[in-house]
């Protein structure tokens, strides 16, 4: 049982270009989120999916966008990378008993120079 | 969505227990309190949960006053390997019916040989 799988670890992007940040589950979770938390500071949530096909926005989606065509799949894109995306990215999954907490994945480094 | 205080930060020595207190004083009486700790760059840690009763569970005891405004975590033997920083959160829920994390930007434990 793998968790929640984040790739890649870490990634440096030059600005204006675009990537995708995979995030995959395995413990058949409905609810999955984006964060990204800057230096020093909480997370902030990006996007989030209630279930296949599903999404939606979160605090901070500008500049993201995402998709939910499986229950375990929840891909983060990135289309036109700008310094302030310089973060780190953590996927996290719950299934849908709504006391139970989440489950983190390790997280991706992202560097936009 | 009812809001947390933590103290930036708190210093524990090895193997004395460690109260690690929030206040959460507009808290609303069907939202939950939620600990989770973040070491060093990790993805957060899941730590407890509870609602109006203490709960204890192989990590940590939850104390949670009478009133709901403020609750203790308590690391009974604190060790080098709990510094990090502690996150209390209350449940927010989205107008699309579903669950989402607000985090802060908690408070640093660090436990001192």
């Known amino acids: 049982n793998a968790g929640v799988t984040q790739t890649p670890k870490f990634r440096i992007l030059k600005i204006g270009q675009s990537m995708t940040l995979q995030c995959t589950q395995d413990?058949?979770?409905?609810?999955m989120y984006w964060y990204r938390q800057d230096p020093g500071m909480g997370l902030k949530l990006i996007y989030y999916?209630?279930?296949?096909?599903?999404?939606d926005k979160g605090e901070v989606p500008n500049g993201y966008n995402v998709s939910r065509s499986t229950t375990e799949d929840f891909p983060l894109r990135l289309e036109l990378a700008a310094p302030s995306q310089t973060s780190v990215y953590f996927c996290?999954?719950?299934?849908?008993?709504?006391?139970?907490?989440?489950?983190f994945g390790s997280g991706t480094r992202l560097t936009v120079v | 969505d009812a809001k947390t205080t933590q103290p930036p930060s708190m210093d524990c020595a090895e193997g004395r227990a460690a109260n690690l207190p929030c206040n959460h004083s507009?808290?609303?009486?069907?939202?939950?309190v939620y600990w989770y700790r973040q070491i060093h760059s990790q993805g957060p840690q899941y730590i407890i949960h509870?609602?109006?009763n203490n709960e204890t569970n192989e990590m940590a005891s939850l104390i949670i006053t009478e009133d709901r405004k403020s609750s203790t975590l308590i690391l009974p033997h604190a060790t080098l390997r709990d510094t990090a920083v502690y996150y209390c959160?209350?449940?927010?829920?989205?107008?699309?019916?579903?669950?989402?994390?607000?985090f802060g930007k908690g408070m640093k434990l660090t436990v001192n040989p």
């Open positions: 996290a999954s719950r299934t849908t008993g709504t006391v139970l907490g989440y489950t």
């Open positions: 413990m058949n979770h409905n609810y």
């Open positions: 999916s209630v279930g296949a096909g599903i999404t």
């Open positions: 507009t808290i609303s009486g069907n939202e939950y």
């Open positions: 509870g609602l109006k």
């Open positions: 959160i209350v449940r927010a829920v989205t107008q699309g019916g579903s669950e989402k994390l607000v």
